[in-house]
């Protein structure tokens, strides 16, 4: 199975700030990767698709970049609401796997 | 609007089965893969397996191979994920979601709402 690493585990920024989280894989994987936002108690919810397509009506202060096997998720301009763990999932190939999860907390 | 519901908490004994539901409306339920992903508490996403609502084709990660059977119910455009022989590491919530494919690329776009497990004696 393809690993995922994710980077940081954890961070803590404050609003406005320029964030970004990165991903891994263990073997090239095109760019076949998502991005996934998980607040609190909630289901996760797709931000990015193909690694740099933005998901219809997520904010654009959201991008991804890469391809191969490193991927960035950058979040612009930070925002209170932005609160939440962001995880990448690859689906290059099955068993899809996820990274770790960053979770991300606002000074 | 697409929604997934799925059932409600589920508390079990070790060595027991559960089934969740996932119910689909909104879109024809046939034409979208579901997926199944849990969350142990506290802890990051873990991918189970999918079905075809269409054909009943599945496949499923090997650690669940054995234990983890996904039907249908296209007549009720419902997804089932059952999990057998558990024990308490299978305590989680579940999710299932829908994976739509646009030009070869693969957004899971909508999840259900989840559905705790709670495996104790």
């Known amino acids: 199975a393809i690993q995922m690493t994710q980077s940081p585990s954890s961070l803590s920024a404050s609003v406005g700030d320029r964030v970004t989280i990165t991903c891994r894989a263990s073997q090239g994987i095109r760019k076949d990767l998502g991005w996934y936002q998980q607040k609190p108690g909630k289901a996760p919810k797709l931000l990015i698709y193909a690694a740099s397509t933005l998901q219809s009506g997520v904010p654009s202060r959201f991008s991804g970049s890469g391809s191969g096997t490193d991927f960035t998720l950058t979040i612009s301009s930070l925002q209170p609401e932005d609160l939440a763990t962001y995880y990448c999932?690859?689906?290059?190939?099955?068993?899809?796997?996820f990274g770790q999860g960053t979770k991300l907390e606002i000074k | 609007q697409v929604q997934l519901v799925q059932s409600g908490a589920e508390v079990k004994r070790p060595g027991a089965s559960v089934k969740v539901s996932c119910k689909a409306s909104?879109?024809?339920?046939?034409?979208?893969?579901i997926h199944w992903v849990r969350q142990a508490p506290g802890q990051g996403l873990e991918w189970m397996g999918w079905i075809n609502p269409n054909t009943g084709g599945t496949s499923s990660a090997q650690k669940f191979q054995g234990r983890v059977t996904m039907t249908r119910d296209t007549s009720n455009n419902t997804a089932y994920m059952e999990l057998s022989r558990l024990i308490s590491d299978d305590t989680a919530v579940y999710y299932c979601?829908?994976?739509?494919?646009?030009?070869?690329?693969?957004?899971?776009?909508?999840w259900g709402q989840g559905t705790l497990v709670i495996v104790s004696s």
């Open positions: 909104g879109y024809t339920f046939i034409d979208y893969v």
């Open positions: 979601a829908r994976k739509l494919t646009i030009s070869g690329w693969v957004l899971i776009d909508y």
């Open positions: 999932l690859q689906d290059y190939n099955y068993p899809y796997t």
